[in-house]
């Protein structure tokens, strides 16, 4: 079964696609095409999301779905003449908090996303500027300033790892690519055995990994499925040897991976 989507938004639409999107993952059997249309701000455009509504619905043969945040009451009346199944995410959500909290709510746009706190902003920046300085290895000098450093081999999700974490959490987050070498010493590089209590393991499946390899280094001994396997091995020996804790990436997204660390780490969240 196939069903057309609308994230719609006066906003960036971020937060309609992330509610929209969790909603959504609850129906594994269905196939949506997935429809964001950001900055819906005024009337003229209103229209526009009813024609591609309709579009949609007489192209489908079913009514679309259409999850909105927008904010202002005149479009939402529009938007809501919509052929489609209609969530509307600040009327579902906000009206009964409003009820409850005895006070009306600000009904923003763009307040969850914004730069409604200037050192807030500067943390998340501050937090990315982090890992892509510490990214890969290239530098260990600040691993004292890390709050967690991801372990692991060549192409196991550590870099996006450590940008979503800085991104989404304001976290700082460093990582280093365990070579062949150090695959071998059974032991942990020089700079970061001073860090051991601030390490975490990541590990893949060696076919996923090879595979993965396969597209940056085609046909090399790099992304060989013997290559994978020996470091996949070794890497997992390593870290249970040291009792370093580790997560399978093959199966996991990036947000699950991240939120998994936060957990086991015991990290806090340093921007809301």
Known sequence: MKRTAFFISDGTGITA??????????????????????????????????TAVREA??????KPILIDTIVDENIRQLISQSEAIKIDIFSTFIKPLESELGIKS????????GIVESQRYKNRIESVNFALDN?????????????????????CGKTPTCLYMALQFGVRAANYPLTEDDL????????????????????IDPFQLAAIRHERRANSRYASLTQCETEVVFGEQLFKSLKIPF???????????STRIMADRGLKRRIN
Do not use: W
């Open 57 to 62: 619905h007489i192209k489908d043969g079913t």
């Open 135 to 155: 990214d890969d290895g290239m530098r260990t000098r600040h691993y004292d300033e890390a709050d967690i450093i991801l372990v692991g081999v060549s192409r």
């Open 106 to 113: 600000r009904y923003s746009v763009g307040q969850s996303h």
């Open 184 to 203: 071998e010493s059974n032991g942990l590089p020089s700079c970061l055995k001073p860090y051991q209590n601030k390490l975490y393991g990541l590990t």
């Open 17 to 50: 696609e992330a509610l929209g999107n969790s909603l959504l993952a609850q129906f594994a059997d269905i196939v949506f095409e997935r429809i964001t249309l950001p900055y819906i701000d005024s009337i003229e455009k209103a229209h526009d999301v009813v």
């Open 247 to 257: 997560i399978n990436t093959t199966t996991f997204s990036i947000e699950e991976i």
